[in-house]
């Protein structure tokens, strides 16, 4: 069993930034690795970003750029760090652990948190 918490979610301006934060717990979570996914209005949930515990990183290729993930392994934390927020980044953010398989594909993500809501506004 993994635990997964997301925090950080909130209102902010358009061009504002963000750290989003998911705390992970479990007996079992040195087998696994963390990606962030989100889920607009009307949207489908979709891959944001994802890395392992050595460190490598994968992102949405529309994102990297503007979003960077990050992780502190003493902590058992990963960060999602968001700049230059626009409307479209609008979502509920989620975050989720994985074993094996695409990490970029959802079905594969065994666990899940709840979810912290991002909303951009003018």
């Known amino acids: 069993q993994v635990q997964l918490v997301e925090t950080g979610g909130k209102l902010v301006q358009i061009g504002g930034s963000l750290r989003l934060s998911c705390a992970a717990s479990?007996?079992?979570?040195?087998?696994?690795?963390l990606g962030w996914f989100r889920q607009g209005p009307g949207k489908e949930r979709e891959f944001v970003a994802h890395?392992?515990?050595?460190?490598?990183?994968y992102y949405s290729d529309s994102l990297k750029g503007r979003f960077a993930i990050s992780r502190d392994n003493v902590k058992n934390t990963v960060y999602l760090q968001m700049n230059s927020l626009e409307p479209g980044d609008t979502a509920v953010y989620f975050c989720?652990?994985?074993?094996?398989?695409?990490?970029?594909?959802?079905?594969?993500?065994?666990?899940w948190g709840q979810g912290t809501q991002v909303t951009v506004s003018s």
């Open positions: 989720a652990a994985i074993r094996t398989g695409d990490v970029t594909q959802e079905e594969g993500y065994e666990y």
């Open positions: 890395i392992t515990w050595h460190g490598d990183t």
């Open positions: 479990g007996r079992t979570l040195s087998t696994y690795s």
